[in-house]
């Protein structure tokens, strides 16, 4: 869960077992709700599957008002050891947030 201007927003997802699945959006104005339900925060190839992860935590940008990074778990039940994590900026367009996928990027991107 995090809070950008005024409004509330937790970024979760389905379960099926180990397998990936869309992620989920939902605002409130108040943390106690009502919840409204967004749909799909991540856009493009794979957002489906949230980029084949699962949501884990937003992190709030030190020293950045506004700035969050979208974190998720990649988990792999063939080869656990091969679990990984993706760490994507959160965007927003019209005041929604929205994650997509970029190969890479910095710190910086919140300098824009």
């Known amino acids: 869960m995090f809070k ?3 409004t509330y927003y937790l970024i979760t997802s389905g379960c099926t077992g180990w397998a990936p699945n869309a992620a ?3 605002a409130a104005d108040s943390i106690w709700g009502p ?3 967004l749909g799909n925060p991540c ?3 794979d957002a489906g599957s949230t980029f084949q992860g699962q949501s884990t935590h937003v992190l709030p ?9 979208f974190m998720a778990d990649r988990w792999r039940p063939k080869n ?6 993706l760490w ?3 965007q927003f367009k019209d005041g929604k947030p929205f994650v997509a ?12």
Not at 61 to 69: D, L, N, R
Not at 101 to 112: A, H, I
């Open 101 to 112: 996928w970029m190969d890479k990027w910095n710190l910086g991107f919140f300098d824009r």
């Open 24 to 26: 989920r959006l939902a």
């Open 43 to 45: 856009v493009g190839k």
């Open 35 to 37: 919840w409204k339900a």
């Open 80 to 85: 656990a050891i091969d679990g990984r994590h």
């Open 4 to 6: 950008h201007a005024k």
């Open 61 to 69: 940008v030190p020293g950045k008002t506004g700035a969050f990074i």
């Open 88 to 90: 994507l900026p959160i």
